[in-house]
């Protein structure tokens, strides 16, 4: 596969996220700060290496429909959860300190569209597009069946408890080991374009 880089750097971003995140929190309060802003830049960094990491998913598996969805909404999802971690880090910079942020952040959730698309509904995509890509990867037997759980388990973990996010990060970069030594190819069943 193409992008082995990206493979490699966005789980670590994730995994730099997490932990910044934790690191942030032990005087009980997350942001504003270095930890707060360096954890938000890591994780629009892993974001952005989604792009091309779900766009090879699709060119792997022939540009079926299917996983045209999957790169849609991946890439809308990806959009939105951006929009949060951008509007996380203005805030962190605007706010004199963690209890100013929440005025911050409620003047913006009240903005018609902004608390389902950016902080509800439209993040959510960007997991699904993940799981959607390790399931249909595993259905055209371009991975183990084990991908898929081991995708599934990373967003459970993150969902469940956001301190768990550096073990799903690990789990995401295990879940990508099978795609570094694959040559890029398409899937069986797909016509081979020139």
Known sequence: MQNRTALIAAPLLVLTYGLLRIVDGLDGVRGPGLAWTAGHLAFLGALTLFIPIFWEMR??????????????????????????????????FLAADHDAMGPMFE???????????????GP????????AFAALLAGNR??????????????????????????????????????????TTTARHAPVHA
Do not use: H
């Not at 299917?66 to 962190?92: E, H, K």
């Not at 003047?107 to 509904?121: D, F, M, N, R």
């Not at 956001?162 to 295990?174: C, F, H, R």
């Open 59 to 92: 060119r792997m598996l022939g540009r079926s429909a299917l996983a045209t969805t999957a790169l849609v909404a991946g890439v809308v999802g990806i959009g939105c959860a951006a929009a949060q971690f951008a509007i996380d880090i203005i805030v962190g």
């Open 124 to 131: 959510i995509l960007f997991y699904v597009a993940q799981l």
């Open 142 to 183: 371009l991975v183990k069946v084990w991908v898929p759980v081991a995708v599934l388990a990373e967003i459970v973990l993150s969902a469940v408890n956001l301190d768990l996010i550096p073990v799903g990060a690990i789990l995401l970069l295990v879940s990508f080991l099978p795609l570094m030594g694959r040559p």
């Open 107 to 121: 003047q913006v959730k009240a903005v018609p569209g902004v608390s389902l698309a950016v902080y509800g509904a």
